[in-house]
T-cell receptor
Framework: QKEVEQDPGPLSVPEGAIVSLNCTYS??????FMWYRQYSRKGPELLMY????GNKEDGRFTAQVDKSSKYISLFIRDSQPSDSATYLC??????????FGTGTRLTIIP | GAGVSQTPSNKVTEKGKYVELRCDPI?????LYWYRQSLGQGPEFLIY????????DSGLPNDRFFAVRPEGSVSTLKIQRTERGDSAVYLC???????????FGEGSRLTVL
């Protein structure tokens, strides 16, 4: 079993819809939870960074962490075609390496 | 430069050859990471440098893989006797320790024929 599980998709939704992306993890030592966005043939870029359980909002993006269930989510409101990318969850404890999920490939249909 | 720079962007080689991939991190970033990403997969950790020393090399798959960072800035990932299974995008990232934010380069796409 992988430390971080993420549905690879692909996921296609119409423009303007709310998108929900999720990851589960098995290592309770993880302290920091991130979402990265990766466009085709580019490196990942950090989208959201959270430390504790709860919600964090940034514009159209909301990151949610539930440590008791070992479950994290990313919600995208009013989705745009420019949001089409692969979304990677990533987790870290201390100053250690990031452990990534498989990535979910998302397409927003105009 | 402003971001992490990786060269070459594409490398095609033959099975059994030696390959070097270079990473130039963001100026002032002391932490440097190498990841490998296969098609349809997330980045897989290879090695992490803090300054000149390898703080964690637990992700290197075998002794054909080696990385250096002699002056605490530029790093080179070296792959000996390449195999077809080494074909992937090799990503480099840098960060300031404790921030959790890794800045990635665009990767070096390695194809072993």
């Amino acid at each position: 079993q992988k430390e971080v599980e993420q549905d690879p998709g692909p996921l296609s939704v119409p423009e303007g819809a709310i998108v929900s992306l999720n990851c589960t993890y098995s290592n309770s030592a993880f302290q920091y939870f991130m979402w990265y966005r990766q466009y085709s043939r580019k490196g990942p870029e950090l989208l959201m960074y959270t430390y504790s359980s709860g919600n964090k909002e940034d514009g159209r993006f909301t990151a949610q962490v539930d440590k008791s269930s070992k479950y994290i989510s990313l919600f995208i409101r009013d989705s745009q075609p420019s949001d089409s990318a692969t979304y990677l969850c990533a987790m870290q404890f201390g100053n250690e390496k990031l452990t990534f999920g498989t990535g979910t490939r998302l397409t927003i249909i105009p | 430069g402003a971001g992490v720079s990786q060269t070459p962007s594409n490398k095609v080689t033959e099975k059994g050859k030696y390959v070097e991939l270079r990473c130039d991190p963001i100026s002032g970033h002391t932490a440097l990471y190498w990841y490998r990403q296969s098609l349809g997969q997330g980045p897989e950790f290879l090695i992490y440098f803090q300054g000149t020393g390898a703080a964690d090399d637990s992700g290197l798959p075998n002794d054909r893989f080696f990385a250096v960072r002699p002056e605490g800035s530029v790093s080179t990932l070296k792959i000996q006797r390449t195999e077809r299974g080494d074909s992937a995008v090799y990503l480099c990232a840098s960060s300031q320790p404790g921030t959790g934010e890794l800045f990635f380069g665009e990767g070096s796409r390695l194809t072993v024929l």
